[in-house]
């Protein structure tokens, strides 16, 4: 069993839910989340209204699944990044399951 995490902006939220289709996940969530980029330590008198980040609205999609189909999965993300040049590629990520309750 594997644990697979896609992140993607709200647009690309669609594409991902295709991908996981082909991939023959048939059971995932899903997660709003608001991503930051700021190479810079906090200071929150000057940040007080947010000004100056960088701030998206993003999705984190994520399901346990059998290997084959998060190696699927993760094929499917990567052709489809390699076919569509953007700023906000999808971003996938295997991590291995070790112990489980059921």
Same mark, same amino acid.
């Given at each position: 069993?594997?644990?697979?995490?896609?992140?993607?902006?709200?647009?690309?939220?669609?594409?991902?839910?295709?991908?996981?289709?082909?991939?023959?996940?048939?059971?995932?969530?899903?997660?709003?989340?608001?991503?930051?980029?700021?190479?810079?330590?906090? /200071? =929150?008198?000057? %940040?007080?209204?947010?000004?100056?980040?960088?701030?998206?609205?993003?999705?984190?999609?994520? *399901? @346990?699944?059998?290997?084959?189909?998060?190696?699927?999965?993760?094929?499917?993300?990567?052709?489809? /990044? =390699?076919?569509? %040049?953007?700023?906000?590629?999808?971003?996938?990520?295997?991590?291995?399951?070790?112990?489980? *309750? @059921?």
């Amino acid at each position: 069993m594997k644990f697979l995490i896609v992140t993607c902006i709200k647009e690309n939220k669609e594409i991902v839910y295709k991908l996981l289709r082909q991939a023959e996940i048939k059971v995932h969530s899903t997660t709003d989340i608001v991503g930051f980029k700021d190479n810079q330590p906090p /200071n =929150l008198l000057e %940040e007080w209204f947010a000004a100056g980040d960088e701030e998206c609205d993003s999705s984190m999609i994520f *399901s @346990f699944t059998a290997n084959d189909n998060a190696e699927k999965a993760m094929e499917l993300v990567i052709q489809y /990044n =390699l076919n569509k %040049e953007s700023a906000f590629p999808i971003r996938a990520f295997i991590v291995p399951v070790e112990k489980a *309750s @059921f």
